[in-house]
């Protein structure tokens, strides 16, 4: 069954769409030839997804081709980012929107705290988030724009102040028909890669500040629909109980989506 097709069954027994919950694994830069084939084997030998969960993978780069070729039809793909131009040009290095797209896909992630932080340089501020988020839009891209903070911010009780500025830059580039292909990640930059995953109650805390951000800016209905993630070292035992809170619809999955436990996680989406 091909996504749309369990979208449009998913629809039709009523359920509201904002409850069919994203799951989404990023490689990061993991993955040789061999290992990508031995991660698509896993998920599409995986048995039947639950309706309930809609799942997007993003593979590093060079791997893009041979995953969407080779997963299975239920299972999107996705890129770990994209340019700030929408177009092609002498952009060297870069994954212009536009090219993406034209590859087939229709995901990105965007503002992943791994680059805010850099790569040699002072990061992407959350002005270049924000820009990148709308010329991924702009260009029929669905987006996972990434927000967290940091261990220090969370201590000193900025958790969400922080997130929300990253946040408010964001909207101030959208319109509010644009939210409906954004998927907002709320990923503490403490408990990725960690170990450490926030409890369900802290989750569940910042989500609800995001959705209530969301509602003043561009309505109650329209903030309904747009689905909330949580990313941080989400494992197959830590998914069931945050998947139960309100307003966490999904998780940004990152080291577990390279093993079985992914397939775990996405049936967590079903005992919601």
């Not at 030839?33 to 039947?48: E, F, H, R, S």
Request: with cysteine.
């Amino acid at each position: 069954m091909s996504s749309s097709q369990g979208w449009a069954q998913y629809l039709a027994r009523g359920v509201p769409p904002q409850k069919r919950y994203l799951i989404g694994g990023n490689w990061k830069a993991n993955g040789t030839l061999a290992q990508a084939a031995g991660i698509v084997k896993t998920l599409n030998g995986g048995g039947p997804f639950p309706l309930e969960a809609e799942v997007v993978i993003a593979p590093p780069a060079h791997l893009l081709g041979f995953v969407k070729d080779n997963v299975r039809p239920d299972v999107a793909v996705s890129a770990q980012n994209s340019a700030l131009t929408t177009k092609a040009g002498a952009f060297t290095g870069e994954l212009p929107a536009a090219l993406l797209k034209d590859f087939g896909l229709n995901w990105t992630i965007i503002g992943h705290s791994e680059r805010r932080e850099g790569f040699g340089g002072p990061g992407e501020t959350d002005e270049v988030v924000a820009t990148k988020t709308k010329v991924a839009v702009d260009a029929g891209l669905h987006v996972m724009a990434c927000v967290g903070e940091k261990l220090e911010q969370r201590e000193a009780g900025q958790t969400t102040e922080v997130v929300l500025k990253q946040l408010s830059a964001i909207a101030l580039k959208l319109t509010k028909s644009d939210w409906s292909k954004v998927v907002v990640a709320y990923e503490p930059v403490w408990a990725i890669g960690t170990g450490k995953v926030a409890t369900p109650e802290q989750a569940q805390d910042v989500h609800a500040s995001i959705r209530a951000f969301l509602t003043e800016k561009i309505g109650a209905s329209a903030a309904s629909l747009v689905r909330i993630i949580y990313g941080g070292s989400v494992k197959g035992s830590s998914a069931p109980g945050l998947i139960l809170k309100p307003d966490i619809d999904g998780f940004l999955v990152g080291g577990a989506s390279l093993t079985s436990d992914f397939i775990t996680i996405i049936q967590a989406a079903k005992s919601s």
